[in-house]
């Protein structure tokens, strides 16, 4: 699970300062990559040779969107639903967010680091984990 604080502005023009969480499953990391046609890190690796810029921007918009959720108090759960991701894509952060991805290779390196579970490996993917 990653732990990402971000500094944004209302559309109100005030500043603030939260707390927002992206974790990816094994069972969303395997199906996210058998459901890619020659794997999904192969063709994330593939579209950033190609400089596909349009198609990269379209990924990083769905991983951001499957890997948003919210943390119970008690750690138990992790919510995911349409609404909420529909919520969190409309405010500032989400545009920071994006913008950080979307120009700095290693922040977005590390932030797909930081969502996919840390023993679930490439081989266990495609064995079907």
Same mark, same amino acid.
């Given at each position: ?27 969303? $990391?395997? *199906?996210? +990559? !058998? ?11 593939? @579209?950033?040779? =190609? ?27 992790? $919510?995911? *639903?349409? +609404? !909420? ?11 920071? @967010?994006?913008? =950080? ?29």
């Amino acid at each position: 699970m990653l732990k990402k604080t971000i500094t944004w502005e209302d559309f109100d023009g005030n500043k603030r300062t939260e707390t927002f969480y992206f974790n990816l499953t094994p069972a969303e $990391v395997t *199906k996210m +990559e !058998l459901s890619t046609k020659g794997g999904l890190a192969a063709t994330i690796e593939k @579209l950033v040779a =190609e400089q596909e810029n349009a198609l990269i921007i379209a990924m990083f918009q769905d991983v951001i969107g499957k890997a948003y959720g919210e943390k119970s108090q008690d750690g138990k759960f992790f $919510v995911k *639903k349409p +609404e !909420l991701t529909e919520a969190f894509m409309s405010t500032g952060a989400y545009s920071v @967010l994006f913008m =950080e991805l979307a120009t700095d290779a290693k922040a977005a390196a590390a932030f797909i680091e930081g969502i996919v579970p840390k023993k679930l490996t490439h081989d266990e993917i495609k064995k079907g984990a």
